[in-house]
């Protein structure tokens, strides 16, 4: 059974940076694209960030040169460090996991970002 449990949301100043983490679980971490997307209140989820088996990346315009996302696939964790925040990056943050093979795609519960003064 596949699982994704994201961590280290929280509240954060603007201008402010937080690290979030994802851990995959009954898995083989190397076959999947990994990505972040978030979704604020009344609004669709969108996608933030994604990073493939082979390390290539993409980013939402909105996010370009503020934050990077990395895997580590002997620790089957995908991060998201995010710089200079701002209060338009309050959302939820989820996690997700595509398998290169068949394209089976799975979630993470998410975890919350609030950036606020």
């Known amino acids: 059974q596949i699982q994704l449990v994201e961590s280290g949301g929280g509240l954060v100043q603007p201008g402010g940076s937080l690290r979030l983490s994802c851990e995959g679980s009954g898995m083989r971490f190397s076959n999947f694209l990994m990505g972040w997307y978030r979704q604020a209140p009344g609004k669709l989820r969108e996608l933030v960030a994604t990073i493939t088996s082979g390390e290539s990346t993409r980013y939402a315009d909105s996010v370009k040169g503020r934050f990077v996302i990395s895997r580590n696939d002997a620790q089957a964790r995908v991060s998201l460090q995010m710089n200079s925040l701002k209060p338009e990056d309050t959302a939820i943050y989820y996690c997700?996991?595509?398998?290169?093979?068949?394209?089976?795609?799975?979630w993470g519960q998410g975890t919350q970002v609030t950036v606020s003064s």
């Open positions: 997700k996991a595509v398998a290169n093979r068949n394209g089976a795609t799975y």
